[in-house]
């Protein structure tokens, strides 16, 4: 069965700190994978999209980066956090024929 | 510009009323699909839809996909408490290949 795992669950990180969000998906072969945004009670941003490894769109800017090392590994980078980087942090995949599987989320404050 | 515009964005009802969202857009979808998600958890699918003209029910939900495939809507009826939730549609634009987009979502609070 396809499982997608993402960690940590919570982060508490001080401004100017770097950031890695690791997300793995199982069960599946060259998923589309998604880093998405959201601010509490509402929609999900769209930051990165993958297709492939290496392959990586960025959909704003911002001061996070994301890669795909391996097919199923997909990790949100950021160098130094900024207060405005807080937020509920989503990895999903999904491919052509299916719905979007979602993490559990990790819950990011930048203090 | 955001491509899925849902509404309202904020809906808060009384248990027993009835209740449409709405899932707008100027382009058209291969697929559209309907989420609910709780807080601090990952949105869970309800429904996906491909036909244009498309309804389809899960028991007091109906959802409808548009003739021409550019907006849906979420029906409830008789709502109670535990359809309190983030209702949130994506759809996979036409030329997009299989990228999902969603939109910003319909916070519903159904009070006893």
């Known amino acids: 069965s396809q499982t997608i795992h993402q960690w940590p669950a919570t982060l508490v990180q001080p401004v100017g700190s770097p950031l890695s969000l690791e997300c793995t998906v199982e069960?599946?072969?060259?998923?589309?994978l998604y880093w998405y945004r959201q601010a509490a009670g509402r929609g999900l941003q769209l930051l990165f999209y993958?297709?492939?490894?290496?392959?990586i769109s960025s959909e704003v800017p911002q001061n996070l980066s994301a890669s795909r090392p391996q097919d199923r590994q997909f990790i949100l980078s950021s160098k130094k956090l900024l207060l405005s980087d807080s937020g509920f942090y989503l990895c999903?995949?999904?491919?052509?024929?299916?719905?979007?599987?979602f993490g559990q989320g990790t819950r990011l404050t930048v203090v | 510009t955001q491509l899925l515009e849902q509404s309202p964005q904020f809906l808060s009802i009384q248990e027993g009323e009835n209740l449409t969202v709405y899932c707008n857009s100027s382009?058209?979808?291969?697929?559209l699909q309907w989420y609910r998600q709780e807080p601090g958890e990952g949105p869970v699918l309800l429904v996906t839809?491909?036909?244009?003209?498309e309804v389809k029910k899960l028991k007091r939900l109906t959802f409808q996909f548009g003739d021409a495939r550019k907006d849906s809507s979420l029906h409830i009826t008789a709502a109670q408490p535990g359809d309190t939730g983030l209702y949130l549609c994506?759809?996979?634009?036409?030329?997009?290949?299989?990228?999902?987009?969603f939109g910003e979502g319909t916070q519903l609070t159904v009070n006893p």
């Open positions: 839809v491909v036909t244009g003209g």
């Open positions: 993958s297709v492939g490894i290496g392959q």
């Open positions: 999903a995949w999904n491919t052509v024929n299916t719905e979007a599987f």
């Open positions: 069960g599946t072969s060259n998923p589309n």
């Open positions: 994506a759809g996979v634009e036409e030329t997009s290949g299989s990228r999902l987009t």
């Open positions: 382009s058209v979808f291969s697929s």
